[in-house]
């Protein structure tokens, strides 16, 4: 059962390399995938070899699945690779231009670049719609203000994405617009009704699922007046009964780091992770802490031998993980005598400042 379990995380990694210890873990454990950030970053050369190094890992698994190689990159002052990467400015400018086919194209061309070193899913776009002025967490990184907007620059987002051959991963489910507390520090409470949200805050998701989106993510936001006891995180109302039954959404549904302290000045790491498996989560991510992992793994083996969560769940979260690797991740890494002329390229760097000037059509 254990095996079983492990498909399911997505996880950090110390640095440029792997450790004896994290190749032994993500083989042993069954990872679904990684997640880099900053420290990972070296070089374009070095990040290929880093993937390379895990894909051939992979193989070594019990699924022998490709694992997901993930990244926030979503231009802005949320990008995890920088120079010789194109910067891209913040994704507010895409909406200041009103342009789909500009935003496919921006989307595309992240991709291409993050498929060159290896990377095969991004954590963008966010398709939150900037509400509250004086929310700086989400600020620029925002499309627009307007839902009609973020609804259809995300939904072109989506697809640039997948015409790259990335997984884009739409956030943050149900809506981190209005906020102005942090997750990273404290649980944002917001007092909107299911309604309000429906009416506006949806219609971003609505648009981006029929765009064929694969994978979204939660936000750990608590709105008492539709669930009184959980964040959406680890609501079952948000993730089954409205992500599931009401918008009809068919894909996979992953958390946000579930070691943000929102959760973990509230819940311990064990109840956190057996609590979103409930919820309805698909995949959980751990971003930062070594030692969650292991307890997430050992909290949800228990939980499963305790009948708190069903078998069946478990190996349906399996199934679906499974599936979109068979799907979207046929195709290895493009050629990197190739590839690494697309990291930076002219093309790319005019694009991106005509897209911080305004002028891109």
């Not at 640095?15 to 210890?21: D, H, I, K, W, Y």
């Not at 069954?30 to 992979?58: A, H, T, W, Y």
């Not at 228990?302 to 195709?331: F, G, M, S």
Request: some cysteine; charged content about 25%.
């Amino acid at each position: 059962m254990r095996e079983k379990i492990g498909p399911s995380l997505i996880i950090g990694i110390a640095g440029t390399s792997l450790t004896a210890a994290e190749s032994e873990f993500l083989v042993r454990e069954n990872i679904g995938g990684i997640i880099l950030f900053k420290r990972n970053f070296e070089s374009p050369e070095q990040l290929r070899e880093l993937c390379d190094e895990l894909q051939s890992l992979s193989k070594r698994t019990p699924d022998k699945q490709p694992f997901f190689v993930s990244v926030d990159q979503e231009g802005g002052r949320v990008a995890r690779f920088r120079k010789p990467f194109t910067e891209w400015p913040p994704m507010a400018a895409l909406g200041k231009i009103d342009s789909p086919t500009v935003a496919f194209k921006v989307a595309q061309a992240i991709g291409a670049e993050l498929r060159a070193v290896g990377v095969n899913m991004n954590f963008a776009p966010s398709i939150d719609i900037f509400t509250n002025p004086a929310n700086t967490v989400i600020g620029d990184r925002a499309v627009s203000t307007d839902a009609e907007t973020v609804a259809k620059l995300g939904s072109a987002l989506v697809r640039g994405y997948i015409k790259a051959d990335i997984i884009p991963v739409a956030k943050h489910f149900p809506g981190h617009g209005n906020t102005l507390i942090d997750s990273h520090e404290e649980l944002p409470v917001e007092n909107r009704t299911r309604e309000e949200l429906d009416a506006r805050e949806w219609e971003p998701f609505k648009r981006v699922f029929r765009a064929r989106l694969d994978i979204v993510m939660s936000a750990h936001i608590k709105f008492p007046n539709i669930d009184p006891e959980w964040p959406a995180t680890l609501s079952e109302i948000f993730l089954k009964d409205i992500l599931r039954t009401q918008l009809r959404y068919r894909g996979l549904a992953i958390t946000d780091d579930l070691d943000m302290k929102a959760l973990t000045k509230h819940h311990t790491k064990a109840a956190i992770a057996v609590r979103a498996i409930q919820a309805g989560a698909n995949i959980l991510l751990y971003c930062n802490e070594p030692d969650s992992p292991p307890i997430a793994l050992d909290a949800i083996e228990k939980a499963v031998r305790d009948k708190q969560i069903p078998l069946q769940t478990i190996l349906d979260n399996q199934n679906l993980i499974l599936q979109l690797k068979r799907d979207a991740l046929k195709e290895p890494a493009p050629e990197w005598s190739t590839a690494q002329a697309l990291i930076g390229c002219e093309e790319h760097q005019t694009l991106a400042a005509a897209v911080a000037a305004g002028t891109a059509t």
